[in-house]
Structures are given as C-alpha cells and as structure tokens.
C-alpha cells in the first residue's frame, strides 16, 4: 500500500503548541499548530498536558489528540 506523501508517519511534541512532525515522503519539520485548534473538540488539547498527548494515527494517519480532535495532514505538511 502506498500513502499519501502528506501522511503522518510519527509526531513529538517539541514544546506546548509546537509538534515535530515526519512524514510519508520523508519530510520532517516543526509545526506550531496553537492558531488551528479550535471549538470544543479541543478544548482539552488546548492545555499543556492535554497537547502532549498528540499521537500519529496509523489508520487516519494524523496527528490525533485522546477526544477525537485531529488536524487535517495535508494542511500540516504545508506548513512544515
């Protein structure tokens, strides 16, 4: 099976806000993500422990937070 190269392979958080992100393609680079979470969904992502619960989903393969908050990966790969 061959991924997207948008796909997001493995996720750190470097600092609150801010994810080291790697990438299908290989791409990897620092993301300060703060600005995109937004509503309800999250709302505990948002706090400091919250955020570093970030993982990289093998199966939507994104970065995901406990709740069902995700950021869209091809937005995530433009930024990096």
């Known amino acids: 099976m061959s ?3 948008f796909a997001i392979t493995a996720v ?3 600092r609150h806000g801010v994810l080291q ?3 299908a ?3 990897t680079g620092e993301v300060d993500v703060r600005a995109r ?3 309800p969904v999250f709302e505990r992502a948002r706090t400091p422990e919250g ?3 970030a993982t990289a ?3 939507t393969m994104t970065v995901v937070w406990p709740g069902g908050a ?3 990966p091809d937005t995530l790969y433009e930024r990096v």
Request: charged share 15%; net charge negative.
């Open 3 to 5: 991924l997207p190269p």
């Open 12 to 14: 750190s958080v470097v």
């Open 21 to 23: 992100l790697t990438f």
């Open 25 to 27: 393609d290989g791409l």
């Open 37 to 39: 979470m937004h509503g």
């Open 51 to 53: 955020f570093a619960m």
């Open 57 to 59: 989903d093998p199966e």
């Open 70 to 72: 995700d950021l869209a």
